[in-house]
């Protein structure tokens, strides 16, 4: 195991629910990463935080709200989302925000908006 | 406009041969470049990483090449193995505080036994 856990690993949802996707990276991390995965794209970052504050949006439409209460936890609280947002869903974690700095990964959770 | 290139798509190679993913960035102030390799079921893992300072890297069976003039980088894996199978995804970032990685597409590689 990586030491960064997700759940659900699966979500079904329509599109007026709300739900959350959970975090926690056991490894002493200060960053934390939200990626979306869509087959035949690139890795989307999402949101960064580092020590707690949001350190990067990359344009994200703000049915997706991200929450880190400490730094050991990271949330992604969805709302009235789009059938073109199922996708799988990454939260990674690193030492610090850096481009050289190892990421580590959780195991996904895999997102269908129905 | 896709920064960081990989390819192919998708590969098949036999047991025992050699694996070779390419990729190619356009951003020179670019100086960091790992591999990530994704099972299914699985979040992406550091495989190997390399700087422009050097022009290969080896770990085990599998190696970087860099040619900073070309702007491309590749990861060979010598002696391909089933448990190779995964996708291979190449990055690229500025080192230093706040710079993001830029991912390639991704290479689903298949090893037949």
């Known amino acids: 195991e990586t030491g960064v856990t997700q759940t659900p690993r699966h979500l079904v949802m329509g599109m007026t629910n709300k739900k959350s996707l959970k975090c926690e990276q056991h490894l002493g991390h200060n960053a934390m990463y939200w990626y979306k995965q869509s087959a035949k794209k690139p890795l989307e970052l999402m949101f960064v935080y580092s020590l707690e504050e949001r350190v990067e949006n990359n344009s994200v439409p703000s049915r997706f709200s991200p929450e880190c209460p400490n730094s050991s936890h990271l949330f992604l609280h969805l709302h009235t989302l789009q059938p073109e947002d199922s996708a799988l869903y990454l939260c990674?974690?690193?030492?610090?925000?850096?481009?050289?700095?190892?990421?580590?990964f959780g195991p996904g959770t895999r997102l269908t908006v129905t | 406009q896709q920064q960081v290139k990989q390819s192919p798509q998708s590969l098949i190679v036999q047991k025992g041969g050699i694996s070779i993913i390419n990729c190619a960035y356009e951003n020179t102030a670019f100086d960091y470049f790992p591999w990530y390799q994704q099972f299914p079921g699985k979040g992406p893992a550091l495989l190997i990483a390399i700087r422009p300072d050097v022009s290969e890297k080896k770990e085990g069976r599998f190696t970087i090449s860099f040619n900073k003039s070309a702007k491309q980088f590749s990861l060979h894996i010598m002696d391909s193995q089933p448990g190779d199978s995964a996708t291979y995804f190449c990055?690229?970032?500025?080192?230093?505080?706040?710079?993001?990685?830029?991912w390639g597409l991704g290479t689903s590689l298949a090893v037949n036994p």
């Open positions: 990674a974690s690193s030492q610090e925000f850096g481009g050289a700095r190892e990421q580590y």
């Open positions: 990055a690229a970032s500025r080192s230093g505080n706040n710079r993001k990685l830029i």
